[in-house]
């Protein structure tokens, strides 16, 4: 053949069918497109803790980092310590150790929920009412530390924070709405509502419960002039109904749909829902057979929503000799570093001396595996060879990868950047591709 001839190609199917298919499945890729958006692309805290409403105080968060520090001065005062107890390999040491010290020092709670639930109990409606009222005034006061610089708040906030709500069942209903009530109306009258607000909604069984609490929030929207969907929740997962309806479908998978895009996240409950099961107190924890179950069932319902799943928390507190310190320390370490395992980024912490465990786990997990991630992204981006071949998919979580671990400081820009010729926005280019790009396959 000469040069510039083209072969001809043959087709049989008349262009008329193509266009009837596309009309056809329009609805669908608009159904599509409204359930599956993807992840947001913002950030996801490592952790979230819990305070009571009667605890909470301005300098919280400052002092669950100092003691966090204290603990870890007492109980593993230097790399080579903190590595014999966790097992750390030797060229993680000195950079996981040093980096949960300037996390504590910096930044020690990523997530902040002041608990009005199990946390605070029944209290006279008096009190309650001026807990949340003093819970709103705090966050208020938090952010505009936050806003006015990090020479401001630097330590003593947190990026994000709300509170967790009595849930929708009967005994409690009013009590749990008067307080998102009182709690959302003083951050209005504060300036109004802050980024990072984060609202939990525990004990859900039923999809109407979810159904309530989104009219809750249209209400308040517009009663305040909000843009509508402005509020966001997570929804807690401690019920056997949560997982399994009676009829044996998947509720959790209704109640994101209930929620109507406002489901940010849902959190496991680890005893609850263990409890619920029947399971006995010293066999309750994330790693039992039914914690995998749920969180297995709520992971792939999940999946392409934009909603996020959190693993659930520890009971064994790292208190005491030092001996039971690194007990519980070790626990802690392996549940943490299983969840990151298994695409659960974020977990529960329910105590100061579980932040240094936290962290070394989350930044062992995003350090020891840098240097081939960034490889693989670099070379993918490259589209040069290697002996993987990586597809859109991998890229995606590669470039995931890599920006959960800027974004909780186990990595720093400038090495990235420098390991992957990337810049933040390819990152973020590669983590959120278009519905399109994902079909590109090699194979």
Avoid at 43 to 68: I, L, M, N
Avoid at 91 to 105: G, I, N, Q, T
Avoid at 127 to 151: F, N, V
Avoid at 277 to 297: C, E, F, M, N, R
Wanted: a negative charge; aromatic letters at 6%; charged letters at 25%.
């Amino acid at each position: 053949m000469g040069q510039g001839h083209q072969e001809r190609v043959a087709t049989s199917l008349a262009g008329a069918v193509v266009n009837d298919i596309s009309a056809s499945l329009a609805p669908v890729d608009r159904e599509l497109e409204r359930r599956y958006p993807g992840d947001p692309g913002t950030r996801q805290p490592v952790h979230t803790v819990y305070v009571p409403g009667d605890v909470f105080a301005a300098g919280t968060v400052r002092s669950w980092g100092d003691q966090a520090l204290a603990a870890l001065d007492e109980h593993a005062p230097d790399a080579r310590s903190l590595a014999a107890v966790l097992g750390l390999a030797d060229d993680l040491a000195e950079p996981v150790h040093d980096r949960v010290r300037a996390k504590l020092e910096r930044e020690p709670i990523e997530d902040l929920r002041v608990d009005f639930e199990d946390g605070y109990g029944p209290r006279p409606d008096a009190e309650e009412d001026r807990a949340a009222a003093r819970a709103a005034r705090l966050i208020a006061d938090a952010r505009a530390a936050r806003a006015a610089g990090p020479e401001y708040g630097a330590g003593t906030t947190a990026p994000y924070m709300g509170i967790r709500m009595k849930c929708l069942e009967a005994p409690v209903r009013d009590r749990g709405i008067r307080t998102l009530d009182i709690f959302l109306t003083g951050l209005m009258q504060a300036g109004g509502l802050p980024d990072g607000l984060v609202l939990t909604l525990p004990k859900v069984t039923y999809a109407e419960q979810i159904a309530a609490m989104v009219r809750l929030l249209e209400e308040f929207e517009t009663a305040h002039g909000l843009e509508p969907g402005r509020i966001g929740f997570e929804i807690q997962i401690e019920t056997s109904q949560a997982i399994l309806a009676a009829d044996g479908t998947a509720t959790v998978a209704r109640m994101i749909e209930a929620a109507r895009g406002r489901a940010t996240g849902l959190h496991y409950g680890t005893f609850d829902y263990s409890a619920c099961l029947g399971v006995s107190a010293a066999y309750q924890a994330s790693d039992h057979p039914v914690a995998d179950h749920a969180k297995a069932i709520m992971q792939v319902a999940a999946a392409g929503t934009g909603v996020r799943v959190c693993d659930g928390s520890t009971n064994v507190l790292p208190v005491g000799p030092t001996e039971q310190v690194h007990e519980a320390w070790r626990l802690h370490y392996r549940l943490t570093r299983r969840a990151l395992a298994r695409a659960y980024y974020q977990g529960w912490d329910m105590h100061p001396g579980h932040l240094p465990t936290r962290y070394a786990a989350v930044f062992a997990f995003y350090r020891e595996g840098f240097e081939q991630a960034a490889e693989r992204l670099a070379r993918y981006a490259r589209r040069s060879g290697g002996d993987v071949m990586d597809e859109p998919a991998t890229a995606k979580a590669l470039s995931g990868y890599l920006l959960r671990g800027l974004d909780c400081g186990a990595l720093d820009a400038g090495e990235v950047a420098e390991a992957t010729g990337l810049t933040r926005a390819d990152l973020e280019g590669f983590a959120a591709p278009g519905r399109g790009d994902l079909t590109v396959s090699g194979t």
